[in-house]
Nanobody, 123 residues
């Protein structure tokens, strides 16, 4: 059974950095799939932040995080990371990772989701 578990969230000051991890179990990251990162702020819809394809390693980013966030994967550890730099107050949200048996999209059209991890950017 596929499971995704996020970690690495927390409280950080504006301009700071965090690295989120998405550990995938019940599945070996060797086949055609995509893993995405999404976030949801209070009272707002869940939106796509970044995504990575397994087949070609291509990465995708929302305009709001381009140049600040980097998605990467470690197949040996079955883990996908989201490095977040130059954090802003508007990055505050619950961050979720998600899995789909298809190429990347930044729409929340994913079949499996983690439980989320809170990121708060505040001084």
């Amino acid at each position: 059974q596929l499971q995704l578990v996020e970690s690495g969230g927390g409280l950080v000051q504006p301009g700071g950095s965090l690295r989120l991890s998405c550990a995938v179990s019940g599945f070996t990251l060797q086949y055609y799939y995509a893993i995405g990162w999404f976030r949801q702020a209070p009272g707002k819809e869940r939106v796509g932040v970044s995504c990575i394809n397994s087949s070609d390693g291509r990465t995708y980013y929302a305009d709001s995080v381009k140049g600040r966030f980097t998605i990467s994967r470690d197949n040996a550890k079955n883990t996908v990371y989201l490095q977040m730099n130059s954090l802003k107050a508007e990055d505050t949200a619950v961050y979720y990772c998600a899995f789909r048996w298809a190429m990347c999209t930044l729409k929340p059209d994913f079949g499996s989701w983690g439980q989320g991890t809170q990121v708060t950017v505040s001084s």
